[in-house]
């Protein structure tokens, strides 16, 4: 895709974002980037910016992290120097009618963005982007059970929470490691699938049941489901949550009980071109469609 004249703004992130970057740079057009690891020797063809308010200063498009936004409202950014707050002050250095597209906005995000006649493009949800990236996820995620257990997987007794896109990837890969694999999940046809694959399709509401029998547990849904009472049941082991803000599980909670408890996000770093090429495969779809209307409307 040709983007010369286009300015495109790169804001928070990891070292997803560096290969995010240099993707977008190929398409000629302007690109800075501020709040992610910079590489010592930089990125050809992009600019690294002082500030947020910098790199989005006329810009036509800004690329935010699709891990989410904490529960401050600050953008997914380990390394910057300070919180990056995408408000309405920040948000005023785009260029009119631009489009942010990220992977999920919250509430304050979406109102700056309104107010300030900003677009926002969301692709969490976006199944092929989704499934591209999750052997990543879970490639990284089982890393971190291994450095925090002293069990193997292997014969195991672990519970997925969840069976979606990464959920559904996790419990296939711990049954092929020779885990005994419980999947509980609302959807009755995500239990059968679970089945399907090796695992124990157990409706949600049995998890509080089945704990006491788990030596880990892992949510990939980003809603509380997993409470301190559930939680009291389960032996001491190890507890990951998965999922984007605001996560499944009572973390505080698990370790106040003496889990192992680990939010585990960011996790697509673990395979920063793989997972930021891919990424930029529906970045770029969608600015293509956004280009695409503009030329439509005139």
């Known amino acids: 895709m040709e983007l010369t004249g286009r300015t495109i703004a790169i804001v928070g992130g990891d070292e997803r974002e560096q290969e995010i970057a240099r993707c977008a740079a190929a398409t000629g057009a302007t690109v800075r980037g501020y709040g992610f690891p910079w590489p010592e020797n930089g990125i050809d063809g992009v600019t690294h910016a002082g500030s947020a308010a910098e790199a989005m200063s006329g810009a036509g498009y800004a690329l935010f992290p699709i891990p989410g936004i904490t529960a401050d409202g600050a953008l997914f950014a380990p390394v910057a120097p300070q919180p990056i707050y995408p408000d309405g002050a920040l948000l005023s250095h785009l260029r009119a009618g631009a489009s942010i597209i990220l992977g999920m906005p919250d ?7 309104q107010a300030a006649g900003v677009s926002l493009v969301e692709y969490e949800h976006d199944t ?107 032996p001491r082991g190890l507890v990951m949550d998965l999922a984007a803000p605001p996560g499944g599980i009572d973390l505080a909670a698990a370790g106040r009980l003496g889990h192992r408890a680990i939010w585990a996000r960011g996790l697509g770093r673990r395979a920063p071109i793989t997972v930021g090429r891919s990424q930029w495969s529906g970045i770029e779809r969608r600015i293509a469609e956004i280009e695409k209307e503009r030329t439509d409307a005139r």
């Open 107 to 113: 509430a304050k995000l979406s109102a700056a963005a």
């Open 128 to 234: 092929e982007l989704m499934l591209l990236r999750g052997p990543a996820i879970v490639e990284g995620a089982l890393k971190i059970a291994i450095e925090n257990t002293e069990i193997t997987l292997h014969n195991a007794d672990i519970g997925v929470v969840g069976h979606g896109n990464i959920g559904r990837l996790l419990a296939r890969t711990l049954v092929l490691l020779g885990a005994r694999v419980q999947v509980f999940a609302r959807n009755p046809v995500q239990r059968a699938d679970a089945l399907a694959s090796g695992a124990v399709g157990r409706a949600l509401d049995e998890l509080p049941q089945r704990v006491p029998g788990l030596s880990m547990l892992f949510s990939t849904v980003p809603s509380s489901v997993v409470t301190e009472e559930t939680l009291a049941l389960m």
